[in-house]
T-cell receptor
């Protein structure tokens, strides 16, 4: 009930390509789904977040797609850039978040 | 507006010792939570404090404890350190901690603890 499964574990994308990271959750009580970006030596920083009452949210090159019935959500990074190379974590919860295990993204120049 | 500040940033301790980590939340934030990050286990929730009260606790042994002061600053303590406690300890703050608010939590840069 408390797991958040994230895939893939690592991802290599060419510059300009689309990066897609997927997460699945189990607890239907979760009502907030943020994505965090973490660079080496830094703490995670909020990237974008969505609530279950919408199916998609876009901020610049970053889009969250949310499928409530399937209990899945995904992060799409359009026109991926080398500066996007980082570890990405999905999370789900209310005020206590369960984090996915992270995806290490590398964007090749 | 200053972010979440954690001290110390790096520390090395010997097995069996204890350690205290400090966290200053973003001004006005009343909820502080702590996470342990390791390569193998990812980000794991330790506990959350709101208005000096521990409201939520993760699945960690009693050696891990925390507290929050009236100014919302928080400390976490780990006693009888074990090699497996080596990790990045992250503090996060949020404005309020109500159950269905979908609060955004903001992380500090963490305290790197190495136990030798």
């Amino acid at each position: 009930q408390q797991q958040v499964k994230q895939s893939p574990q690592s991802l290599i994308v060419q510059k300009g390509g689309i990066s897609i990271i997927n997460c699945a959750y189990e607890n239907t009580a979760f009502d907030y789904f943020p994505w965090y970006q973490q660079f080496p030596g830094k703490g995670p920083a909020l990237l974008i977040a969505i609530r279950p009452d919408v199916s998609e949210k876009k901020e610049g090159r970053f889009t969250i797609s949310f499928n409530k019935s399937a209990k899945q959500f995904s992060l799409h990074i359009m026109d991926s850039q080398p500066g996007d190379s980082a570890t990405y974590f999905c999370a789900a919860g209310t005020y206590k978040y369960i984090f996915g295990t992270g995806t290490r993204l590398k964007v090749l120049a | 507006k200053a972010g979440v500040t954690q001290t110390p940033r790096y520390l090395i301790k010997t097995r069996g010792q204890q350690v205290t980590l400090s966290c200053s939340p973003i001004s006005g934030h009343r909820s502080v939570s702590w996470y342990q990050q390791t390569p193998g286990q990812g980000l794991q929730f330790l506990f959350e404090y709101f208005s000096e009260t521990q409201r939520n606790k993760g699945n960690f042994p009693g050696r891990f404890s925390g507290r929050q002061f009236s100014n919302s600053r928080s400390e976490m303590n780990v006693s009888t350190l074990e090699l497996g406690d080596s990790a990045l300890y992250l503090c996060a703050s949020s404005l309020v901690g109500t159950a269905n608010s979908g609060n955004t939590i903001y992380f500090g840069e963490g305290s790197w603890l190495t136990v030798v």
